[in-house]
């Protein structure tokens, strides 16, 4: 599995912005579509999942702010980012979870800073 996110950049608080993954190879092995950050000096932490049936997870600090949706078809997934915080600055990374393995793609940076 190939994963490619998209969709970072520079926001303002209280902005908003949707990152993308699109996933490309064994798609249909993919359990779990996962967003991870990292932000400097602080290990990587998962943000959000979405799982093959719908169902979410969120990190508390995302809770209500973070929407992970999925395309089963297409082996996308998406993150929409809203009210978002200095805090929320950091490399975001989309991974995919099978049965085996997790696969991780490049990261995508996300600042938040007037």
């Known amino acids: 599995v190939q994963l490619q996110a998209s969709g970072g950049g520079l926001v303002q608080p209280g902005g908003s912005l949707r990152l993308s993954c699109v996933a490309s190879g064994n798609t249909l092995s993919i359990i779990y579509m996962d967003w991870y950050r990292q932000a400097p000096g602080k290990e990587r932490d998962m943000v959000a999942r979405?799982?093959?049936?719908?169902?979410?997870n969120y990190a508390d600090s995302v809770k209500d702010r973070f929407t992970v949706s999925r395309d089963n078809v297409k082996g996308t997934w998406n993150l929409e980012m809203n009210s978002l915080k200095p805090e929320d600055t950091a490399v975001y990374y989309c991974s995919a979870r099978t049965r085996d393995k997790r696969f991780w793609g490049q990261g995508t940076l996300v600042t938040v800073s007037s």
């Open positions: 979405i799982d093959t049936h719908g169902s979410t």
